[in-house]
């Protein structure tokens, strides 16, 4: 597997090579969908008016923070936290999902989204969600390879990108 390590964090497994550069393009690509649709030509934000703003605005605000507090608590637990060596990081926001910044950054598009009502910007979140699941899957190899049994546990108990209503039964 071709991955990228974090010489200032040697504690972490890796990542995938292009993960934060495929980021980079989506969150680019996204924002010129969202903004040209949004605030210039406005071709598909028609739906904006079924729901009332203070609704769209009042949700979006809730999304918008839960992404915040997802991705913060995430990146302080990977990248705040000094650990001797690699391990699952099952604590904080890892105890709903094992995603939390990808959770999190899934949810600023949606928020976005929902303050403009934009479906462009919609549709192009199904390929981020697709490519953010594409990325977590890549490097949850990475994990399964590291950690074996206690990552295949915890994969059992904790959802990928949302929180898992229910635990899976072994079988």
């Known amino acids: 597997m071709s991955t ?13 090579r292009w993960g934060d550069a495929i980021q980079l393009v989506l969150l680019i690509i996204f924002l010129t969908i969202w903004i040209t649709d949004s605030f210039i030509f406005h071709f598909s934000t028609s739906f904006k ?19 915040w507090i997802l991705a913060r608590s995430g990146m302080k637990a990977v990248f705040g936290t000094k650990r ?25 598009y949606l928020g976005a989204i929902l303050i403009t009502g934009s479906l462009s910007a919609a549709a192009f979140w199904l390929v981020i969600i697709t490519t953010y699941i594409w990325i977590a899957r890549y490097e949850e190899q990475i994990l399964t390879v590291e950690f074996c049994d206690e990552y295949k546990a915890y994969k059992k108990k904790t959802g990928m990108l949302f929180p898992r209503l229910f635990s899976r039964v072994s079988r």
Do not use: Q
């Open 4 to 16: 990228k390590k974090h010489a200032e964090h040697p504690h972490l497994t890796g990542e995938h």
């Open 49 to 67: 008016e079924a729901i009332p703003e203070f609704l769209r605005i009042t949700l979006a605000s809730g999304v918008l923070f839960t992404a």
């Open 84 to 108: 001797e060596k690699p391990e699952v990081i099952n604590t904080g926001a890892f105890r709903l999902v094992r995603h939390p910044i990808y959770t999190g950054a899934i949810l600023f």
